[in-house]
């Protein structure tokens, strides 16, 4: 291979992850005519398949997994989670066909959604109250940044070594990382060997009557009992219309720049990092700020509703910008930026609101089914937009998102009353 293959290949295989923004190694390797459509014989409807199939079980991950890790802690969940994870995207590298694809983007697709429920709950018991939107800031910050590192990472590996060779390696990294979680992860904060008395006394006087009170043999809540306390919509209802905001920029946003503005892929990879930028520091922004009104007024409440509110505001005028200003590419860029960055800066209170009304044994599985409704939203959001756009442009989607801030935000401050433990 001369360099100017390699030099085309390895523009193409950035292509293909920009367009998708996933740290999943086969959104990037996924189109090419050289790579896994060639070599698998696969149709642009095969792709259409083995994606919406991976979203299905994405969604469907996240509930189960929320309930698993209830069941069986997180130091066991995160093994079980990131272990099937890491052995499904290294058995990728053995498919022949559609059959095995689909397959094992199912297995990855579910155990891959473990994450986010099982970060919800590993925060719930390592931190006190005001410091968990912080602490799930800095996690959602970590996935802004892979959003930016990765798709490079993965597409280099492509180019030096093929397809098959980076499953192998990228799966490898995720069974590697069990090793350390295991080490370091030796029990919870009550049983810790590592941790001292002070610091022990800190995170449970931090926390609520009823994690203080958990046992091992407390039982965690069924869903429908979950759902019987009106504060478990917020999180639902909440997710449902917030949801899309994110991954309406994170999947749509450079074929955006090369439909309107008319971008190639360097100009593409020129800016669309910059937007992941604005979500890593409004994760931690976010956190912060809810921390520091929760500790100066005493009041969750008022931490979180301050700071999901100034996200949705952010999000908010942000979002009509596009429809109003947003007119040329560096203008539009600038503007999402701020969108990104208020997203992150609510949304990592959101995800910690699951938390803040349950204790330990019941966090994960309200965390997950709200995960669920989410991803189920940008499903139905992902079918919609491409008849919009052909009928129509992208403002009506534009507009429409704008509409589900208010949605989402309202729905928390109309279903949690006042946020707090509902577990007297």
């Not at 800016?271 to 912060?288: E, K, N």
């Amino acid at each position: 291979m001369d360099q100017d293959d390699a030099a085309k290949q390895l523009v193409a295989a950035i292509k293909n992850s920009v367009i998708t923004q996933k740290i999943n190694v086969f959104e990037v390797l996924r189109v090419e005519e050289h790579s896994i459509s060639r070599d698998l014989g696969l149709t642009k409807k095969d792709y259409a398949f083995i994606l919406n199939i991976f979203m299905v079980f994405y969604a469907l991950g996240q509930l189960f997994s929320g309930k698993l890790f209830d069941k069986v802690g997180t130091r066991i969940g995160y093994v079980l989670s990131i272990g099937i994870w890491g052995l499904s995207s290294l058995l990728h590298s053995t498919v022949r066909g559609l059959g095995g694809l689909l397959f094992f983007r199912s297995t990855l697709g579910i155990s891959e959604a473990g994450n986010w429920p099982g970060a919800v709950k590993s925060n719930a018991e390592w931190f006190p109250i005001k410091e968990r939107a912080i602490a799930q800031g800095l996690f959602n910050a970590g996935a802004s940044i892979g959003s930016v590192i990765a798709p490079l990472l993965i597409a280099t590996l492509f180019v030096a070594y093929g397809w098959r060779t980076t499953f192998i390696v990228v799966g490898s990294f995720g069974l590697l990382w069990i090793i350390p979680w295991l080490l370091i992860n030796k029990a919870g904060p009550k049983k810790h060997p590592w941790i001292t008395k002070e610091e022990q006394k800190y995170i449970t006087e931090g926390q609520s009557l009823a994690d203080q009170n958990a046992t091992e043999e407390t039982k965690g809540k069924s869903l429908k009992e979950i759902l019987s306390f009106k504060e478990s919509w917020s999180v639902v209802v909440g997710r449902f219309f917030l949801e899309p905001i994110w991954w309406l920029f994170v999947g749509w946003m450079p074929i955006y720049l090369f439909d309107v503005y008319g971008f190639n892929v360097k100009e593409v990879g020129m800016f669309l990092w910059v937007p992941y930028v604005g979500a890593a520091i409004g994760s931690i922004a976010g956190g912060f700020v809810s921390g520091k009104i929760i500790a100066k007024t005493n009041s969750i409440d008022k931490g979180r509703k301050t700071t999901i509110f100034i996200g949705g505001i952010i999000m908010l005028l942000g979002l009509i910008a596009t429809v109003l200003i947003g007119d040329t590419a560096e203008k539009f860029v600038a503007i999402v930026f701020f969108v990104l960055f208020g997203f992150q800066f609510a949304i990592s209170n959101v995800q910690t609101l699951p938390s803040d009304f349950f204790s330990g044994k019941s966090v994960g599985s309200l965390a997950g089914l709200g995960g669920m409704i989410g991803v189920s939203s940008v499903i139905i959001m992902n079918f919609l937009v491409p008849i919009v756009v052909e009928k129509f442009s992208y403002t009506p989607v534009f507009v429409a998102i704008a509409v589900f801030v208010p949605l989402g935000v309202g729905a928390i401050y109309y279903f949690a009353r006042n946020i707090e433990s509902v577990e007297k």
